[in-house]
C-alpha cells in the first residue's frame, strides 16, 4: 500500500505564509498529485492539483492567487506554498496521488486511503 506523508503545518496568524510537504512512498505510475482539505464539521475537499508529467496545474477558487503548488519527482513529492492565509483556510490537509489518469482536478471521494494529514490554524 501506497504511504503518503504529509507534514509542514501549525499555527500562523491571519495574512502569513506556510509550506505544506507531502511525500509518496511509490510514483511509478502516478498521472498527478494534489491537495485536499477538510474543516471541522465540513467535508473533505480539494485544493490544488499537479501533473506528474508536465507540471499542469489547477486550483480551487477559494485559494486561487494565493496557494502554489509544486512537485520535485526525484523525491516523490509535492508541496503546496501557502500565502496570504486566512482563517477560513484552517485545516488538516491532506495530499493524494492519482494512479488512473483521472486528471489534476480530484475528487476527494476516489480516494480509499489518507495519510494522517497536516494541521494548518489560522488566527485573525
Known amino acids: 500500500q501506497v504511504q503518503l506523508v504529509e507534514s509542514g503545518g501549525g499555527l500562523v496568524q491571519a495574512g502569513g505564509s506556510l509550506r505544506l510537504s507531502c511525500t509518496a512512498s511509490d510514483t511509478a505510475k502516478t498521472y498527478a498529485m494534489g491537495w485536499f482539505r477538510q474543516a471541522p464539521g465540513k467535508e473533505r475537499e480539494f485544493v490544488a492539483g499537479?501533473?506528474?508529467?508536465?507540471?499542469?496545474?489547477y486550483y480551487s477558487d477559494p485559494v486561487k492567487g494565493r496557494f502554489t503548488i509544486s512537485s520535485d519527482k526525484a523525491k516523490n513529492s509535492i508541496y503546496l506554498q501557502m500565502n496570504s492565509l486566512k482563517v477560513e483556510d484552517t485545516a488538516v490537509y491532506y495530499c493524494?496521488?492519482?494512479?488512473?489518469?483521472?486528471?489534476?482536478?480530484?475528487?476527494?471521494?476516489?480516494?480509499?486511503?489518507w495519510g494522517q494529514g497536516t494541521q494548518v490554524t489560522v488566527s485573525s
Open positions: 499537479i501533473s506528474w508529467s508536465g507540471g499542469y496545474t
Open positions: 493524494n496521488k492519482d494512479d488512473y489518469g483521472k486528471g489534476v482536478v480530484m475528487d476527494p471521494k476516489d480516494f480509499g486511503s
